[in-house]
């Protein structure tokens, strides 16, 4: 009898949104998936359910990435629970939108760069040191921090540091066959940017969409399990934007 080893990915902040949709997917390939989430474990919990109801793999793992002590923590938990990891998805990130540079507080700027800059930059440092040789890391970046627009002076810049940790890893990681991409998506259904953006605000950029809606989680999960399957191999260092097209 063989045993069928299974590739494994942590996702961060899986339990909701575009993460959420990304671990259900990888499942779906047959990936094993570790599931982080921080705080109330319910939600994580329904994704692990839904996971293991499709005849997937998954298992929970708490951790706030705005602290690098639960982020080891959290690779050291997910190795040991499943042997080793092969794809990390650094996915865990939070918004504030409409406030003019002018109104930003030092507080706002903490908070945010807490978990999108300082969260995401020891996840892919952990990554780097943890992800099995041929293995992926991805990271989830924001059109807008390729396009820019008023009132996201602290989301944008936030995100747009992960893109140039991938391009200096994707360098540094190729003798051990990794390969390290950001996947931009534009405005996206979840939670977060129902928090963040109003009934008319969204109206008004579905208008703008190339294609005509925004997009669904699902959108940014295909792309992610292109890159992290065999179909993705080729693929490193590049800068994949998800949002239909058009500069939103
Ligand atoms: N939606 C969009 O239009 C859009 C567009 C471009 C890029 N993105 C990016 O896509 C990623 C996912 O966002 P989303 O739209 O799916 O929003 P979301 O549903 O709010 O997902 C973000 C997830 O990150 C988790 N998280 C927040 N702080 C964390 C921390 N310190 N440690 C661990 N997990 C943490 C959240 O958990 P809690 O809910 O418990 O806080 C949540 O599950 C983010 O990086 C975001 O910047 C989103």
């Known amino acids: 009898m ?3 080893i299974k590739k494994v990915a942590l996702v961060t902040g899986a339990a909701t949104g575009i993460g959420r949709a990304i671990a259900i997917r ?3 390939d047959g990936i094993a998936v570790a599931v982080n989430y921080v705080g109330d474990s319910k939600q994580a919990d329904e994704v692990i359910n839904e996971i293991k109801q499709a005849g997937g793999t998954a298992v929970a793992f708490e ?3 705005s602290v690098v002590s639960e982020i080891v923590q959290l690779f050291d938990d997910v190795s040991s629970e499943f042997g080793g990891i092969d794809i990390v998805v650094a996915n865990a990130g939070i918004a504030v939108m409409g406030i ?5 507080t030092e507080a706002d700027f903490d908070r945010i760069n807490a978990v999108n800059y300082k969260g995401t930059y020891f996840v892919l440092q952990q990554a780097a040191k943890q992800v099995k040789n041929g293995g992926r890391i991805i990271q989830i970046s924001s059109t807008s921090s390729l396009y820019p627009a008023a009132g996201l002076g602290i989301y944008a810049p936030s995100k747009a540091a992960g893109k140039v940790i ?5 360098q540094e990681l190729g003798h051990r066959q990794i390969s390290v991409n950001s ?3 534009g405005p996206t259904r979840t939670p977060l940017m129902q928090k963040e953006v109003s009934k008319e605000e969204m109206e008004r950029i579905t208008q703008n969409m190339n294609l005509g809606r925004m997009g669904e989680p699902e959108d940014i999960a295909n792309v992610v399990a292109f890159l992290a399957g065999s179909d993705g191999a080729w ?3 590049q800068q994949i934007i998800a949002n239909g097209g058009g500069r939103i």
């Open 166 to 170: 991938t391009e200096i890893l994707a």
């Open 100 to 104: 003019p540079i002018i109104d930003v």
């Open 63 to 65: 951790a706030n990435v």
């Open 2 to 4: 063989t045993t069928l």
């Open 26 to 28: 990888l499942a779906k």
């Open 183 to 185: 996947v931009f998506p």
């Open 235 to 237: 693929i490193n260092g």
